[in-house]
């Protein structure tokens, strides 16, 4: 477990002094949790100790949203003139997210079925 979580502050460590380094217009942890995908892709899969780690992490998810919500609540003056603008975000932000899993999921069908029509040709053993 240990090993785990240091595997993800490492990868957002990584993220965050190569966003400093290079002046990317991007959060440090976004491009560690690029630096994370890429290193899973390379190694084709997720190591157990990890998925063991982070299952709980993702099962919890929504609550990382509760301090965003109670600072939208405590600084209400601020958002209050840009409600349309912050919805309009939301609703863009929202629909990409969907089209986005939408797309991977059709994707990885796709390879699913080729792969499965190229092993139907093999008996069972």
């Given at each position: 477990?240990?090993?785990?979580?240091?595997?993800?502050?490492?990868?957002?460590?990584?993220?965050?002094?190569?966003?400093?380094?290079?002046?990317?217009?991007?959060?440090?942890?976004?491009?560690?949790?690029?630096?994370?995908f890429?290193?899973?892709?390379?190694?084709?899969?997720?190591?157990?100790?990890?998925?063991?780690?982070?299952?709980?992490?993702?099962?919890?998810?929504?609550?990382?949203?509760?301090?965003a919500?109670?600072?939208?609540?405590?600084?209400?003056?601020?958002?209050?003139?840009?409600?349309?603008?912050?919805?309009?975000?939301?609703?863009?932000?929202?629909?990409?997210t969907?089209?986005?899993?939408?797309?991977?999921?059709?994707?990885?069908?796709?390879?699913?079925?080729?792969?499965?029509?190229?092993?139907?040709?093999?008996?069972?053993?």
């Open positions: 477990m240990i090993g785990s979580i240091a595997i993800l502050l490492l990868m957002q460590l990584a993220g965050t002094l190569l966003v400093q380094a290079s002046g990317l217009p991007f959060p440090g942890p976004v491009v560690g949790m690029l630096l994370l890429a290193w899973l892709l390379w190694r084709g899969g997720v190591p157990r100790p990890l998925a063991r780690t982070t299952q709980p992490l993702l099962d919890n998810l929504a609550l990382l949203f509760v301090p919500g109670v600072g939208i609540i405590a600084h209400w003056r601020a958002v209050e003139g840009r409600l349309w603008a912050l919805a309009l975000v939301l609703i863009v932000a929202a629909a990409i969907l089209l986005t899993t939408a797309w991977t999921l059709h994707w990885l069908l796709g390879r699913h079925a080729a792969s499965a029509s190229d092993n139907a040709d093999e008996p069972w053993s």
